[in-house]
C-alpha cells in the first residue's frame, strides 16, 4: 500500500529554495502585519482586547483608511471598462471623451486585450505632455515613457537591467537610510550590493553629499556602484529636497558615473510652507547640456499615492533618459515577458497625467475634490508633528511631504533588554507591545533602517482627522506607560 509509506521529501525546502528569495525582507507588510491579522482574527471571534479594532497605520492605502475616489477618474475607468455606459446621460462629457480616446488605443476597443509592452500609445503621449507641463516646458518624449504595474514594477525592472558582475565587481546600489524596503528587497532578490547612505536626521532629513561620497568611497572596496536611488518626497521620512540639494545630486552623478533612480510618487504631495516639488528631469535639464545629454536618469510615478490614492489600479510609469540605444531594445524585451502592465490601471494613470482643464465641465468638482484631500493631508501632517513633538522621548521631523511620520523614540535600555531576550530588534518590540495593547499597527524603523542606537517608527497620516487624533493620543498614553513600566 503506497500511503502507508513514508511521504516521499518535499522538492522544494528552505534549504533547496532560491537563497536570494530567502534573503527577501519586506517590513510594511512583516511580522508586525502578520500579528495584526491573528489580533482582527480575535477580536471577530469576540476574545476580548482592550481595543475594539485593529487600525492598520503601517501602510500608505489611502482608500482603505476611508480616503474617497476622485470622481472624474472613477468615471473614465468606469466608461473604459463598461463601454454600454457612453450612452448614458450621467455621465459627463468630458470624461466620454477621455474614455473613447483611450478605447480607440486598445486593440478591439476593449480594456480586456494585451496593449503593447511599453503601454498604450495615447496614454505615453499624455505623460509626455504632462510632464512637459509639469517641467515648465522641458521636452519629454513618449518613446522614453514606459507604462508600469505601479512604479514598484518599473524601479524593479530598471535594477534588474543594471545589476550585472561578480565579486568586487558586482553592482553596488546607493539607497537613502531610512530607504522604502522595495529597494533593500530587489537588491536582495537580484543578489546585488546594497550600500546604505544615511539621511541627516538632525537636518530635517536631510540629504548631503559629502555622504554620499563617503558611502560610495568605502563600497569601491567591496563593488562596483553604479546606481544612485533618491526618494523624494521621503519615505518614510517625508522631506522635500530643496533645488540646490537636487543640483548637488546630479553633479555628483555626473563626476562619479552613476545612474539615477528617481522615486517621485510623492510629488504631488508637498505640505510645508517654502517647500516645493522640483523634479530631477527638470534640474538636470536647466544645468545645462553637459548635464542634460549624458546622465542616464529613470524617474517614477504612479496612481497609488497623491491625491488619487489608487493603489489598487497598480498604475504607473517611468521616463528613462539618456539611455543607450542598444538598452533601450533590451529594456522593452524584458517588459515584453510580462506582457503588459494592466490596462485598467493605464486608463487610472492616463486621468492622473489628464485631468480636467479649466472650461471642462468636471473641473470644478475635480479640483474640488483634490485640494480637500491635499489641504485634509496636510492639516494631518501638522497635527501628527505637533502631537508627535508633546510626547516625552519622542521627537519628529516636519512632515514636508508624502503620507508618514517616522518619528524617533527613546526606548530605555531595560527594554532593550527585553527586546534582546525574545530576539528581537528594540524598535520591532515596542511596536508589538504596541499593537497588543492598542490595536494600532506601525512598522519599526529597523524595517526601514536607521542610524546604529537610534529607534523610530513609520506610521501612515491617512486615517481620516477625528480618528487620527485618537490614534495619537493612543500612541502618547502607550508611550508614556512604556517609559514608566521599563524606567
Known sequence: NISEKASREKILTLESMNPQVKAVEYAVRGPIVLK????????????KKPFTEVIKANIGDAHAMGQRPITFLRQVVALCTYPNLLDSPSFPEDAK????????????NSLGSYTASQGINCIREDVASY???????????PDNIYLTTGASDGISAILKILIS???????????????????????????AIQVNYYLDEENCWGLDVNELRRALNEAKAYCNPKVLCIINPGNPTGQ????KCIEDVIHFAWEEKLFLLADEVYQDNVYSEGCQFHSFKKILYEMGPEYYNNV????????????????????G??????????????????LSVRLCPPVSGQAAMDIVVNPPVPGEESYAQFIKEKESVLNNLAQKAK???DMFNKIPGVHCNPLQGAMYAFPRIFIPPKAIEEAKVHKMAPDMFYCMKLLEETGICVVPGSGFGQREGTHHFRITILPPVEKLKILLEKVKDFHIKFLEKYA
Not at 131 to 141: C, W
Not at 296 to 315: I, Q
Open 36 to 47: 495584526a491579522g491573528e489580533i482582527e482574527k480575535e477580536l471577530r471571534k469576540g476574545i
Open 97 to 108: 471623451k477621455r474614455a473613447r480616446r483611450i478605447l480607440q488605443g486598445c486593440g478591439g
Open 131 to 141: 510632464i512637459e507641463r509639469r517641467d515648465g516646458g522641458v521636452p519629454a518624449d
Open 165 to 191: 558582475g561578480g565579486g568586487k565587481s558586482r553592482t553596488g546600489v546607493m539607497i537613502p537610510i531610512p530607504q522604502y524596503p522595495l529597494y533593500s528587497a530587489a537588491i536582495s532578490e537580484l543578489d
Open 240 to 243: 522635500v529636497q530643496s533645488r
Open 296 to 315: 542616464e536618469l529613470a524617474s517614477f510615478h504612479s496612481t497609488s499615492k497623491g491625491y488619487m490614492g489608487e493603489c489598487g489600479y497598480r498604475g
Open 317 to 334: 510609469y517611468m521616463e528613462v533618459i539618456n539611455l543607450h540605444p542598444e538598452i533601450k531594445g533590451q529594456l522593452v524585451k524584458l
Open 383 to 385: 497635527l501628527t508633528e
